[in-house]
C-alpha cells in the first residue's frame, strides 16, 4: 500500500524562495500539487525558480517582499491573495546571520539580524495568520478553514554555537514565537510549527565544506557529513498537510542528531 500526500488546491506563501532551502520548499510544495507564492526582494531568482516550476506544470507566482518592512509585508501578502486567493501555508523561511563573537556584535549587526529573523517572521506569521483567523471565524471568504505556518528555524535555536550567538538568539526567539503562535490560533485550526534545520549545503556556503575550517566543522557532527535541501522535503510538506493536523506547537530538529 502507498500513501502520499496531495496538496492540490492549496496555496503556500514561501518567504526568502529566492534561493536556499527557501527555494527548495517552494519546489517541494509545487510537486505535492500546492499552488505557489514565490517572495523575496530579488525578484529576478525568483522569475527563474517560477519558470523550473511551471516547466514541470505547477503553479507559481512571484511577489517582492522586504520582510523588513511591515508596509512590504501588507502589500506582499494582499498581492498573493489576490493572484493566488487565500493562502493555506506559510513557510517563514527568511533570515540572515552574521559570524563574530559576542563582544564584537554592534547594534547595526543586531538589528540586521533582528528585523530579519525575529522582527519579520513575526509581522509574515502575524498578516497571513490575521487572514486564516478571519476565515476561521466565518468573516472572510475562503474554501478552506484552518491554515498550516511553518517557521524556519535553526538546531542554532536550541543548540547555541560559538561566533553566531546573536543568530542563536533570533532563532530560540523563533521557537517561542512558534508555541505563542499555536497557543493562541490552534482552536481555530491553525497549526504553527517550526522546523530547525542543521548544517545544509546550500549555495551560500558550498564552498565552506571543501575548505580546511569546513572539514574540520564537518569532522565534528555526529554523522560527518551535512545536508542537503531535499531532505528536508517530506518535513515540510507533512506539516503543510491536512495530515498534519494533531501537530501543533511543535519543534522539530532536522540535524541529523547534531542537537542530541
Request: one cysteine or more.
Amino acid at each position: 500500500m502507498s500513501y502520499s500526500i496531495d496538496l492540490s488546491g492549496r496555496v503556500a506563501f514561501v518567504t526568502g524562495a529566492s534561493s536556499g532551502l527557501g527555494a527548495q520548499f517552494a519546489r517541494a510544495l509545487a510537486r505535492a500539487g500546492a499552488g505557489v507564492v514565490l517572495a523575496s526582494r530579488r525578484l529576478e531568482r525568483l522569475k527563474d525558480l517560477r519558470a523550473q516550476i511551471e516547466a514541470e506544470g505547477e503553479d507559481a507566482h512571484v511577489v517582492a517582499l522586504d520582510v523588513t518592512s511591515i508596509d512590504s509585508i501588507k502589500s506582499a501578502v494582499a498581492h498573493a491573495e489576490t493572484e493566488m486567493g487565500s493562502i493555506d501555508i506559510l513557510v517563514n523561511n527568511s533570515g540572515v546571520s552574521t559570524t563574530q563573537r559576542i563582544q564584537d556584535v554592534t547594534e547595526e549587526d543586531y538589528d540586521f539580524i533582528f528585523d530579519t529573523n525575529v522582527k519579520g517572521a513575526f509581522f509574515v506569521a502575524q498578516e497571513v495568520g490575521k487572514r486564516m483567523l478571519a476565515r476561521a471565524r466565518g468573516s472572510a471568504p475562503g474554501t478552506y478553514t484552518g491554515g498550516r505556518i511553518i517557521n524556519i528555524a535553526s538546531m542554532a535555536g536550541l543548540k547555541v554555537l560559538p561566533q553566531i550567538g546573536a543568530y542563536a538568539i533570533s532563532k530560540a526567539a523563533v521557537v517561542h514565537m512558534t508555541k505563542a503562535m499555536a497557543l493562541e490560533w490552534g482552536r481555530f485550526g491553525i497549526n504553527v510549527n517550526a522546523i530547525c534545520p542543521g548544517y545544509i549545503d546550500t549555495e551560500i556556503n558550498h564552498h565552506h565544506w571543501s575548505t580546511e575550517q569546513g572539514q574540520k566543522l564537518m569532522q565534528m557532527l555526529p554523522r560527518k557529513r551535512v545536508g542537503k535541501p531535499e531532505d528536508l522535503d517530506a518535513l515540510v510538506v507533512l506539516l503543510a498537510s491536512s495530515q498534519s493536523h494533531f501537530i501543533n506547537g511543535a519543534v522539530i530538529a532536522a540535524d541529523d542528531g547534531f542537537a542530541v
